[in-house]
């Protein structure tokens, strides 16, 4: 399959997985019980997560059709479907469940998978691995965030 297919094919999953994770979390940040949390001081402000996720997943997405073009196998296909869960899954669990350390143990996971990816292919991707730098470091920004919300509340 040609690059520009797979990078069609990952953007539709991937801002399809941030579809659902709103989806998912109903109110979410408006929500009175997440308004009313103690938060951490270097929770950014709310348009800054938009614009934080449409860059990951445009870099994400690209980084994605370049490894499956290099390294297409049935290991990277559920690599990419575990990531997909826990990310959609995590909005579900700490922004409609309110399951703050559940939250916690699912962003962690999701960074571990992230992680992986970065540190297993770098050799295949070469430069190329910057493309998923900026989605590990978010998913470390954002485990610190909700750390801090299960800590302080």
Not at 17 to 43: C, H, R
Not at 45 to 67: D, E, K, N, R
Request: proline share 3%; charged share 5%; glycine share 6%.
């Amino acid at each position: 399959m040609k690059k520009a297919l797979w990078l069609l094919i990952f953007l539709v999953l991937n801002f399809g997985a941030l579809g659902i994770g709103v989806f998912l979390m109903n109110n979410g940040p408006q929500d009175s019980w997440y308004m009313e949390l103690n938060k951490a001081p270097w929770t950014p402000p709310g348009w800054f997560f938009g614009v934080a996720w449409t860059t990951i997943m445009i870099c994400f997405s690209i980084y994605m059709a370049y490894l499956i073009q290099v390294k297409s196998t049935v290991n990277i296909c559920l690599l990419f479907f575990v990531q997909f869960i826990l990310n959609t899954s995590w909005n579900y669990v700490f922004f409609n469940q309110h399951l703050v350390l559940l939250g916690l143990m699912v962003i962690v996971l999701l960074t571990l998978v992230v992680g992986y990816f970065l540190l297993k292919f770098r050799n295949l991707m070469k430069q190329k691995t910057g493309l998923i730098v900026p989605y590990f470091i978010w998913l470390i920004v954002a485990s610190s965030l909700n750390a801090y919300v299960y800590l302080n509340n």
